[in-house]
């Protein structure tokens, strides 16, 4: 399956990482990563330290957007109030990128963040309270919602169809007024419900998570032509809500069946290119470069390889795009739909 999860499992392998490094591809190219955690998580940390570390492996990231990740959540209060710490957490790192005294890129310069949509009318009036508590940096909301049938798959939610709730709609039916909003993570199947949603609110900005997460494991593995077929459909029908955005990313590098010693090294941003390009390229061809931007799903992304190979393998898959086409997929789409600040 796609490689995101509600969990962080497993740990970075910086070692293993550090066996393979690049020469960065275009490093003027200024990029704006749409798609990024802090954390700190089942004994895995990522903080702002880390993300510093990995903008500066040579990439020329102008800015970065986080996205919500149940983080630094408040342990005492209502519930549904409980997210606010997250934002409050953010803000903080922002105001710490925004001074300079980390470097010229300004980190988290937009958040999107969490709140329980289902709470119907009840939505709009903690929308208000997020978007007061980060100084004006937040930007939307993601309720993940991806859900399959499949007892092998993993259901971040459990129960299907969210996106078609009426309650859900009702909390969902703020976004426009505030000017928010929505990032959707579900899984290739469901992508019917997102296109659902945009049809239903043409105003509102929905901003598609990793591609539509293909799945490629479990069930799926036997068939993955059939998968590619589906999801392809699916992504025609979804391109034409001129509502909706794209994620690139976050994808399976190797699947299983890759040999051993295949793993005993990172794989390269060829590698990377290599495996991606059909799902990308496709992306791109439906819904045209000014809706599409590239992500790096930071950390989650870094257990399969650093931050310069993924960049690196994006300006591959951009390599014979034009120079505004290239402006748009790395920083020009993101900016404008997540109202991102740029020189």
């Known amino acids: 399956m796609a490689q995101t999860a509600s969990r962080f499992a497993g740990q970075i392998d910086q070692e293993w990482l550090s066996k393979h490094t690049e020469t960065i591809l275009e490093p003027d190219l200024p990029i704006v990563d749409p798609h990024h955690h802090l954390w ?4 895995n940390v990522y903080l702002l330290p880390d993300l510093l570390e990995d903008i500066a492996s040579g990439h020329k990231v102008a800015a970065t957007v986080f996205e919500e990740c149940h983080s630094m959540y408040r342990q005492t209060g209502p519930a549904e109030e409980q997210s606010i710490g997250e934002t409050e957490f953010v803000t903080g790192v922002a105001a710490m990128g925004a001074s300079g005294a980390f470097g010229a890129s300004k980190v988290c310069a937009r958040m999107i963040g969490r709140v329980e949509l289902m709470l119907g009318d009840r939505a709009k009036p903690l929308l208000e309270r997020h978007m007061i508590a980060s100084g004006g940096r937040f930007a939307g909301v993601r309720q993940s919602t991806a ?61 598609l998570n990793h591609v539509g997460s293909p799945i490629l494991g479990g069930p799926y ?16 029908a979804l391109a034409q809500h001129q509502n909706v955005t794209v994620k690139l990313g976050a ?70 795009a034009s120079a505004a086409e290239k402006a748009a997929l790395f920083a020009g789409t993101a900016a404008r739909v997540y109202g991102v600040p740029l020189p």
Not at 40 to 43: A, L, N
Not at 161 to 184: E, H, P, Q
Request: with cysteine.
């Open 221 to 236: 593995a036997a068939d993955r032509q059939k998968v590619f077929t589906d999801w392809k459909a699916g992504m025609a």
């Open 40 to 43: 700190i998580r089942d004994g």
């Open 251 to 320: 994808l399976p590098i190797r699947l299983p069946g890759v040999g051993s010693a295949a793993k005993d090294t990172p794989p390269s941003s060829e590698e990377v290119a290599a495996v991606w390009r059909p799902w990308l390229d496709t992306s791109i061809e439906l819904f045209g470069a000014d809706r599409c931007m590239f992500e790096s799903n930071f950390p989650v992304q870094k257990r399969w390889c650093s931050y310069q190979v993924v960049w690196n393998a994006f300006k591959r898959i951009a390599a014979h």
């Open 147 to 207: 859900w399959d049938g499949h007892d092998r798959i993993h259901k971040v939610v459990p129960a299907p169809a969210m996106l078609l709730d009426l309650n859900f709609r009702a909390g969902f039916a703020a976004l426009a007024a505030l000017d928010l909003v929505f990032d959707a993570w579900v899984y290739h199947p469901q992508l019917h419900e997102v296109a659902n949603l945009a049809a239903a609110f043409p105003n509102t900005r929905i901003v």
